[in-house]
């Protein structure tokens, strides 16, 4: 597949990711104390009539719909709408990837607040999702599989905080790949996930 | 187990949902055009020096750590920080259950832009942190159980629009309930959803 880029000029790519990358990140920081904020209702009040402006200000001119993916004239996938990745996503941690010669995959990140569910613990759902987003990733690596089925098998809560998860291919089967991964907080793993990954039938 | 309220008076309760729940929709919305916006850099700007300046407002008293569980008087269980029914968090879109006499547990929400994954589609993670939230909701109905395993079986991708979840326990065995659950969008299921929640054990 030859991917047509969106951003012909990397330049403009490159600027468009230094103004996004820290705008979004003051938006997660506001995610965050809209949780964690104290403050007396008139200031709550206040900052909300404070927030409805500024959105309409960039209502002014915007996408019709979802951010989709675009390419760069090298062929690298943009898709900072993303719920797990996104650059533009303040719902997104957003997940950064890693990979060596083996083939193995990882993520380190630090999950806040945001991403609580029984208290004081990562939610299940949220640990779902940095591994099917950690496993689709290591599944695709110079082939490109979507999720088939995925397995969690969750050993023990996962800790608000840093955590660490990894995954590899663990087998092949004509167009499918089996890959097998964990989420970990410092004391070891908490998540295990199984996922099969389909390749597209070729076309005929 | 007996609650401990947190909201001894439920006036107060209800002055705090009032005030949290349209403010938190508001910065959801901020969210969702932070993705979408295509005005020019310097309005980008400002509007982050905007956003920095209302967080810092909001930060000048807040909780040490993540929002966690609270209890009404009445011994509801508030969970506002909660990624997924959370009504202080903006990452929740936030999810509200329904029930039947039967034991059947739904929920319908509208998932926009800011949970996207594939172009056009609902991040196989958010449909996992949906599924794993619903089932676990089904699962703890009358007896509190927490997430053993979950499997989710991809039939196709979820458009990003309105979808509808539902879930039942199928089976329960000693401590162990097993609960399916399908995601559908309008054309019909997209994701099925199969959880082993788990009772803990009574202290000796």
Request: charged share 20%.
């Amino acid at each position: 597949m030859t991917s047509i880029p969106d951003y012909v000029d990397l330049d403009e790519f490159d600027r468009q990711k230094a103004l996004y990358g820290p705008f979004t990140d003051t938006v997660r920081e506001l995610v965050d104390a809209t949780i964690r904020t104290e403050v007396d209702d008139e200031v709550i009040r206040e900052v909300q009539a404070t927030i409805a402006a500024a959105t309409a200000k960039l209502r002014a001119r915007q996408l019709d719909g979802a951010f989709g993916r675009r390419f760069t004239p090298t062929g690298q996938s943009v898709m900072w709408g993303n719920a797990g990745v996104g650059l533009r996503n303040a719902i997104a941690p957003p997940l950064v990837f890693e990979s060596d010669e083996s083939g193995r995959h990882w993520t380190d990140v630090n999950l806040g607040a945001a991403y609580e569910g029984p208290p004081g613990l990562v939610h299940g759902g949220v640990c779902a999702l940095v591994l099917d987003h950690l496993l689709g990733v290591t599944a695709s690596k110079g082939t490109r599989r979507f999720t088939g089925t995925l397995t969690l098998r969750y050993l023990r809560g996962t800790p608000l905080g840093p955590v660490h998860a990894t995954a590899t291919i663990v087998g092949v089967d004509g167009r499918k790949a089996t890959v097998r991964g964990t989420l970990s907080d410092p004391d070891g793993v908490t998540v295990e996930a199984e996922g099969i990954f389909i390749s597209p039938a070729a076309p005929n």
